[in-house]
């Protein structure tokens, strides 16, 4: 049986650094899974690679991904570059017989996403998409008192993603400005979260109607960039903006619930406020990642006179995967969302089942996408059957 697994991982920046200390922490708190041996980090500049291999904690650095999946001693291809590459790499990965995994989006658009699920298929290999913030314990709570009807019929789901990390209009062009590079912008980035948690909570959407804008439409090309941060030259020429800044929808779930989303980086004041709010016949749970330890919980069933939202920690043992951790009310942050999520990859590589969320989930998720900018485009409800 095997009892490691041989990693080779693209990409080694914001998502490389959040990948490489999951897989270093994974033994530690969860020593039943399979071991990862951080065998190869690639990237495209040598000398920034083999830093990265040095200060990460991988074996060897290489520039070229091709023959990086190409060798036999990897069994996984983790794909965090960006979004342009996705599909490239994930094809030549299903066909060397590699388990993937990949950051979403999934790819630049849903015809890319269902080939890429259709090689992963084909293959036989397991693959899993980074949707980490299913992996939240509250998270996993709140998902809990869906699934055994202590909220009752669910009504509403309302989400929202605020950050303003590019509200200054002199923030370079990076690349998650660039269409041919992200595939869009608020939506594809912070949206495709929200609806992956509406999916998982929920259940599918049916119908979306949406509106987005770009409200700075032209930025000084970057000199540099790392993660969320970049630099531009004095004087730098100015390139335009090919994403939206905002996109807003309302949705249908098949289920009979109704939802709203909005996506933002021009929310002045908030770093990264990833919320939801749930509402049942039975009661209402509210959550927000800034305060990821945290559910709020309803129950309509409370005496009256100590009816009100509850703020439960989520640190418990009775809580999804803290009995790995601390002790109740030592929390935890995002960097175990990651941990968490390798958990789930090993397990399933292990028991010989797929992972969730996999490719199918990410090829959902961007069917959802799709349907709201061909709304916004159209200026109509549009069902996701359609896509």
């Known amino acids: 049986m095997m009892k490691q697994l041989r990693i080779g991982m693209i990409g080694y920046k914001f998502m490389g650094k959040a990948h490489s200390n ?7 708190f969860f020593p039943q899974a399979l071991k990862p041996e951080m065998a190869v980090i690639c990237g495209r500049n040598e000398e920034a690679v083999s830093a990265a291999a040095g200060q990460l904690g991988w074996s060897e650095s290489v520039t070229d991904w091709q023959e990086l999946v190409s060798r036999e001693d990897i069994d996984l291809i983790d794909i965090n570059a960006p979004s342009n590459v996705h599909k490239e790499i994930a094809l030549a990965a299903a ?13 630049l658009n849903l015809a890319d996403s269902r080939e890429m699920l259709e090689a992963a298929d084909a293959a036989g290999v397991k693959h899993m998409i980074g949707f980490n913030y299913r992996f939240s314990p509250a998270v996993r709570l709140a998902k809990r ?22 509200l200054d209009p002199e923030f370079p062009l990076v690349w998650r400005l660039q269409k041919e590079v992200a595939g ?8 495709a979260h929200l609806i992956d948690l509406a999916h998982f909570l929920v259940g599918n959407v049916q119908e979306v109607i949406g509106m987005s804008e770009t409200f700075v439409k032209e930025r000084p090309l970057a000199s540099e960039m790392t993660g969320l941060s970049a630099r531009a030259g004095k004087d730098a020429p100015r390139g335009p903006v090919t994403v939206d800044d905002a996109t807003l929808f ?25 919320a939801f709010e749930i509402n049942g016949s039975l009661g209402s749970v509210k959550f927000d990642f800034e305060r990821m330890n945290e559910l709020e919980v309803y129950l309509t069933s409370d005496a009256e006179d100590v009816q009100g939202f509850r703020r439960v920690l989520a640190t418990d043992p009775a809580h ?33 089942r797929q992972p969730e969320p996999n490719f199918n989930d990410g090829v959902k998720c961007q069917a959802v996408l799709e349907a709201v900018e061909r709304s916004i485009e159209e200026r109509r409800w549009v069902q996701i059957t359609e896509m």
């Open 145 to 166: 008192l869906i699934d055994s009807g202590r909220l009752g019929q669910i009504y509403h789901f309302r989400a929202w993603f605020l950050q303003d990390w590019i």
């Open 250 to 274: 309302l949705a249908r779930f098949t289920g009979g619930a109704i939802g709203s989303f909005e996506a933002t980086r021009f929310a002045a004041g908030h770093r990264s406020t990833n």
């Open 95 to 107: 066909k060397a017989g590699k388990h993937i995994f990949c950051e979403k989006p999934l790819a």
């Open 320 to 352: 999804d995967y803290a009995e790995a951790w601390w002790p109740p009310g030592h929390t935890i942050g995002f960097e175990h969302t990651f941990i968490h999520e390798m958990l789930e990859l090993s397990s399933a590589i292990a028991e010989d």
């Open 184 to 191: 869009s912008g608020s939506h594809g980035d912070l949206g």
């Open 22 to 28: 999951a897989y270093r922490s994974l033994p530690m």
